[in-house]
Nanobody, 124 residues
Framework: QVRLVESGGDSVQPGGSLRLSCTAS????????MAWFRQTPGKEREGVAA????????YYADSVKGRFIISRVNDRSTLYLQMNNLKPEDTAMYYC?????????????????WGQGTQVTVSS
């Protein structure tokens, strides 16, 4: 229904910052919630942050609360994840996803539209 493309992943040192972007195409995105997930080998995909249709309501996993900020532009087509004070345990493939409301941080299986992912590596 929508196409999502992530960018911004990189290798950074602990304590560093990074901003991920996800660009969406397709008219349906204007009525969709968006979210960031991450996954490491051998583990299930983990919800990181989610944002409401209008970009006002946000939801965060406890592991990133106070360090990460999710936002979307006014036309609702671009999603960002500002990551601050990065830790080695933040290392993962990060994916953006979209779904219809409700917009709380839902399990991965409830999201139908996914990007291909962007790799974030945090190490000294």
């Amino acid at each position: 229904q929508v196409r999502l493309v992530e960018s911004g992943g990189d290798s950074v040192q602990p304590g560093g910052s990074l901003r991920l972007s996800c660009t969406a195409s397709g008219d349906a995105i204007r009525g969709f919630c968006m979210a960031w997930f991450r996954q490491t080998p051998g583990k299930e995909r983990e919800g990181v942050a989610a944002i409401g249709v209008a970009g006002m309501n946000t939801y965060y996993a406890d592991s990133v609360k106070g360090r990460f900020i999710i936002s979307r532009v006014n036309d609702r087509s671009t999603l960002y994840l500002q990551m601050n004070n990065l830790k080695p345990e933040d290392t993962a493939m990060y994916y953006c996803a979209a779904r219809r409301p409700p917009c709380a941080l839902r399990p991965a299986y409830e999201y139908a539209d996914w990007g291909q992912g962007t790799q974030v590596t945090v190490s000294s």
